[in-house]
């Protein structure tokens, strides 16, 4: 990732200038975003004092956790506390930092009083589980932090799959969550006036799905459970991977679209066909097409960030793969040959068609 | 400092490009890719994941240990891939994406062989050592290819090796009495050496000087010498105060170099952090022992962390303005 120094954004903009892009004096260098791992930093020490006050909390006022009704109200208090402080006085870093603190201990004072989860396993209260995905929701909309709005749409995202997780609807939810990501980044530029909201939303989605997919944590808690009911589970299964297939092939269009590819001809015909003929191949290892939906929607936008996510959770997922028992080792490494032979393929038939296509318009 | 994509989006963000322009500029600019950068894309990231997909299901198969399949027949199997990754590599030209994916298949198709040894003559050798030769016999790889997904392996490897071998044996050479405590000091020996050394290899060679790798194991060994620290300040090994003196002289040692020398807002991020949590730690432990006011204790600790977390932030936004300038 090549960063900019001041020489570099005024030739930048002049070089835009002379195209007719912009006009007017090279910007100011106010509001530089911070980069990913600076607000990493910020979110982990927001956590960190988070459990500090909620230890206080316990030491001083430990009515606010044997009474539900004490806590869901001071939870409450406490996130509103802290969209206040972030309204009104987000310039200071110290208020930022402590409204932080103060909004996540807020919300796990929430859902320990909500009585949501039993140790670390989520009950099934489908109504409760509801009410705090749609405080979620506007905690996502309405508080003007990023850190806070990637935290709030990951957790909406999670409450929306502990919903109902008696039932196969867990899979349907996933493709919900991965149309929501793909939707939001193939508008990014179209949306961009609301990118301070919807950039952090996006990442919090996607950060949902990749933890939904790809960690053997989320399986275990959430999918194994369902996998008694064997039947009604493998309908939902497989409803949902065509789903997401579905979906990938529509992240295939919206994409030969931006590059102006006309659909049908030989070049997005064979890209579908590729596609479809990788989907098919990935069916049982929905995670590795996910994980490729990722990548491609980063690279696509030119978002870096998101196309490490995307090989971070390929990588990860692989590595899950391996100790998950609903199938042989045998059986895996069936699957992932079938697939790497069909990838390998796909490449040498893109190669040839996108070769001789250029060569055809470089002809014309 | 900032990327282009953020730059750009800053400027229609402050009004500066028009919205509807938005596209059109980040086209301009390369960071929306064109048709050429899509069609090498779509090929590498096909080419490698296919590579990678057989490589793991060789791993997987060989790991099922399938009862059917003889054992010359496995390694046959096994040896043949690697000479046919090999062969790819040496036909290819190296700058070509298909050699490296050739030649990390085989590195990962090595490690599989060296399992399949261990499984089938039964050795009784240690886990670690399968780690270990495993990156003794990939090195001469690692220095042809030029490429510094390899090398990451290789450290990653040695990293596993370590950790297998104080799980396995004990401390150092099976003299001393085990501790976590060792483990850690050779990890951040190993990974501060490994450091050091891709830092001045990166000056001479143009394929070290992405920073990712060095982050990586930046991160390595940050995580190791913090880990350190905080074992001297709640368990009292015998080398508290070498961990405690060498965690400082880290710390400058870091702030000099990537503050002054090599600009890198990431390690002074980690080191940050590590601060944070050392700090916070060592207020932690004395403010609990034989305490008997643990609510001011907490809420000591949680302005501790809020201060030093908006402290880090303000500084951190400091010194990225001004590696902008």
Same mark, same amino acid.
């Given at each position: 990732?090549?960063?900019?120094?001041?020489?570099?954004r005024?030739?930048?903009?002049?070089?835009?200038?002379s195209?007719?892009?912009?006009?007017?004096?090279?910007?100011?260098?106010?509001?530089?975003?911070?980069?990913w791992?600076?607000?990493l930093?910020?979110?982990?020490?927001?956590?960190?004092?988070?459990?500090?006050?909620?230890?206080?909390?316990?030491?001083?006022?430990?009515?606010?956790?044997?009474?539900?009704?004490?806590?869901?109200?001071?939870?409450?208090?406490?996130?509103?506390?802290?969209?206040?402080?972030?309204?009104?006085?987000?310039?200071?870093?110290?208020?930022s930092?402590?409204?932080?603190?103060?909004?996540?201990?807020?919300?796990v004072?929430?859902?320990?009083?909500l009585?949501?989860?039993?140790?670390?396993?989520?009950?099934?209260?489908?109504?409760?589980?509801?009410?705090?995905?749609?405080?979620?929701?506007?905690l996502?909309?309405?508080?003007?932090?990023?850190?806070?709005?990637?935290?709030?749409?990951?957790?909406?995202?999670?409450?929306?799959?502990?919903?109902f997780?008696?039932?196969g609807?867990?899979?349907?939810?996933?493709?919900?969550?991965?149309?929501?990501?793909a939707?939001?980044?193939?508008?990014?530029?179209?949306?961009?006036?609301?990118q301070?909201k919807?950039?952090?939303?996006?990442?919090?989605?996607?950060?949902?799905?990749?933890?939904?997919?790809?960690?053997?944590?989320?399986?275990t808690?959430?999918?194994?459970?369902l996998? &008694?009911?064997?039947?009604?589970?493998?309908?939902?299964?497989?409803?949902?991977?065509?789903?997401?297939?579905a979906?990938?092939?529509?992240?295939?269009?919206?994409?030969?679209?931006?590059?102006?590819i006309?659909?049908?001809?030989?070049?997005?015909?064979?890209?579908?066909?590729a596609?479809l003929?990788?989907?098919?191949?990935?069916?049982?290892?929905?995670?590795?097409?996910?994980?490729?939906?990722?990548?491609?929607?980063?690279?696509?936008?030119?978002? &870096?960030?998101?196309?490490?996510?995307?090989?971070i959770?390929?990588?990860?997922?692989?590595?899950v793969?391996?100790?998950?028992?609903?199938?042989?080792?045998?059986?895996?490494?069936?699957?992932?040959?079938?697939?790497?032979?069909?990838?390998?393929?796909?490449?040498?038939?893109?190669?040839?068609?996108?070769?001789?296509?250029? @060569?055809?318009?470089?002809a014309? | 400092?900032?990327s282009? &994509?953020?730059?750009?989006?800053?400027?229609?963000?402050?009004g500066?490009?028009?919205?509807?322009k938005?596209?059109?500029?980040?086209?301009?600019?390369?960071?929306?890719?064109?048709?050429?950068?899509?069609?090498?894309?779509?090929?590498?990231?096909?080419?490698?994941?296919?590579?990678?997909?057989?490589?793991?299901?060789m791993?997987?198969?060989?790991?099922?240990?399938?009862?059917?399949?003889?054992?010359?027949?496995?390694?046959?199997?096994?040896?043949v891939?690697?000479?046919?990754?090999?062969?790819?590599?040496?036909?290819?030209?190296?700058?070509?994406?298909?050699?490296?994916?050739s030649?990390?298949?085989?590195?990962i198709?090595?490690?599989?062989?060296?399992?399949?040894?261990?499984?089938t003559?039964q050795?009784?050798?240690?886990?670690?050592?399968?780690?270990?030769?495993?990156?003794?016999?990939?090195?001469?790889?690692?220095?042809?290819?030029q490429?510094?997904?390899?090398?990451?392996?290789?450290?990653?490897?040695?990293?596993?090796?370590?950790?297998?071998y104080?799980?396995?044996?004990?401390?150092?050479?099976?003299?001393?009495?085990?501790?976590?405590?060792?483990?850690?000091?050779?990890?951040?020996?190993?990974?501060?050496l490994?450091?050091?050394?891709?830092?001045?290899?990166?000056?001479?060679?143009?394929?070290?000087?992405?920073?990712?790798?060095?982050?990586?194991? @930046?991160?390595?060994?940050?995580?190791?010498?913090?880990?350190?620290?905080?074992?001297?300040?709640?368990?009292?090994?015998?080398s508290?105060?070498?961990?405690?003196?060498?965690?400082?002289?880290?710390?400058?040692?870091?702030?000099?170099?990537?503050?002054?020398?090599?600009?890198?807002?990431?390690?002074l991020?980690?080191?940050?952090?590590?601060?944070?949590?050392?700090?916070?730690?060592?207020?932690?432990?004395?403010?609990?022992?034989?305490?008997n006011?643990?609510?001011?204790?907490?809420?000591?600790?949680?302005?501790?962390?809020? @201060?030093?977390?908006?402290?880090?932030a303000?500084?951190?936004?400091?010194?990225?303005?001004?590696?902008?300038?």
């Amino acid at each position: 990732m090549r960063l900019f120094n001041r020489v570099e954004r005024i030739s930048l903009w002049n070089d835009l200038s002379s195209q007719g892009l912009v006009s007017g004096d090279v910007p100011s260098d106010e509001n530089i975003e911070s980069p990913w791992y600076v607000r990493l930093l910020i979110g982990l020490s927001g956590w960190i004092a988070a459990l500090f006050m909620l230890g206080f909390l316990g030491a001083g006022f430990s009515f606010v956790y044997e009474n539900n009704t004490a806590g869901m109200i001071v939870g409450c208090g406490m996130i509103f506390a802290a969209y206040l402080m972030l309204v009104n006085m987000s310039e200071s870093d110290f208020v930022s930092q402590f409204a932080l603190a103060i909004s996540f201990a807020g919300q796990v004072l929430l859902v320990t009083s909500l009585d949501l989860f039993h140790w670390v396993t989520p009950r099934g209260d489908t109504v409760n589980w509801a009410v705090l995905g749609l405080i979620q929701v506007a905690l996502a909309w309405f508080i003007p932090n990023s850190i806070h709005r990637i935290w709030s749409s990951f957790a909406a995202a999670l409450c929306l799959s502990f919903m109902f997780p008696k039932s196969g609807y867990i899979f349907i939810q996933t493709t919900l969550i991965m149309f929501a990501v793909a939707y939001i980044w193939l508008n990014e530029f179209k949306w961009v006036k609301y990118q301070g909201k919807l950039n952090p939303i996006a990442y919090g989605l996607t950060l949902a799905l990749l933890y939904q997919t790809s960690t053997s944590f989320y399986y275990t808690l959430v999918i194994k459970p369902l996998l &008694r009911d064997k039947e009604f589970i493998l309908q939902q299964s497989w409803l949902g991977d065509l789903l997401a297939g579905a979906i990938i092939l529509y992240v295939v269009w919206q994409l030969l679209k931006r590059q102006n590819i006309k659909i049908p001809s030989r070049v997005a015909n064979t890209i579908f066909i590729a596609t479809l003929v990788i989907i098919l191949a990935s069916l049982e290892i929905t995670g590795i097409t996910i994980g490729l939906m990722i990548i491609v929607l980063g690279y696509a936008n030119g978002n &870096r960030i998101l196309t490490g996510l995307g090989i971070i959770s390929l990588l990860y997922y692989t590595s899950v793969y391996y100790y998950l028992l609903h199938v042989t080792l045998l059986e895996k490494s069936q699957l992932l040959a079938v697939l790497g032979v069909v990838l390998l393929l796909a490449s040498w038939l893109m190669h040839r068609v996108l070769v001789s296509n250029r @060569a055809v318009q470089d002809a014309k | 400092m900032e990327s282009k &994509r953020s730059l750009i989006l800053r400027w229609i963000g402050q009004g500066n490009i028009p919205k509807e322009k938005a596209e059109e500029v980040l086209s301009k600019v390369g960071v929306l890719p064109d048709g050429s950068g899509w069609r090498i894309f779509i090929e590498s990231l096909l080419l490698w994941l296919g590579g990678l997909a057989l490589s793991f299901a060789m791993m997987f198969f060989i790991a099922y240990n399938w009862d059917e399949m003889g054992r010359f027949a496995k390694f046959a199997l096994v040896e043949v891939a690697i000479v046919f990754c090999v062969i790819a590599y040496w036909k290819l030209d190296v700058d070509k994406v298909t050699a490296k994916v050739s030649l990390t298949a085989a590195t990962i198709l090595l490690g599989v062989l060296l399992a399949l040894y261990g499984q089938t003559y039964q050795t009784g050798a240690d886990p670690w050592q399968l780690f270990f030769n495993w990156a003794l016999l990939m090195l001469p790889w690692a220095i042809v290819a030029q490429f510094a997904s390899i090398w990451l392996i290789w450290v990653l490897l040695l990293n596993l090796s370590i950790s297998l071998y104080f799980q396995a044996r004990g401390g150092l050479f099976g003299l001393i009495f085990s501790s976590t405590e060792h483990l850690f000091w050779v990890l951040f020996i190993f990974n501060s050496l490994a450091w050091i050394a891709w830092e001045f290899a990166a000056t001479r060679f143009s394929w070290l000087k992405e920073r990712w790798p060095v982050w990586l194991i @930046a991160t390595a060994s940050g995580v190791s010498i913090s880990f350190l620290m905080l074992a001297a300040i709640f368990d009292h090994y015998p080398s508290d105060g070498i961990a405690v003196f060498t965690y400082f002289v880290w710390a400058i040692t870091l702030y000099l170099i990537y503050r002054q020398i090599i600009p890198d807002l990431f390690i002074l991020a980690g080191l940050c952090f590590s601060a944070i949590v050392v700090i916070t730690s060592f207020f932690g432990y004395h403010l609990f022992k034989g305490n008997n006011d643990p609510i001011g204790s907490f809420f000591f600790l949680t302005i501790i962390v809020i @201060a030093l977390a908006a402290a880090a932030a303000k500084w951190l936004k400091f010194v990225q303005k001004e590696m902008a300038a």
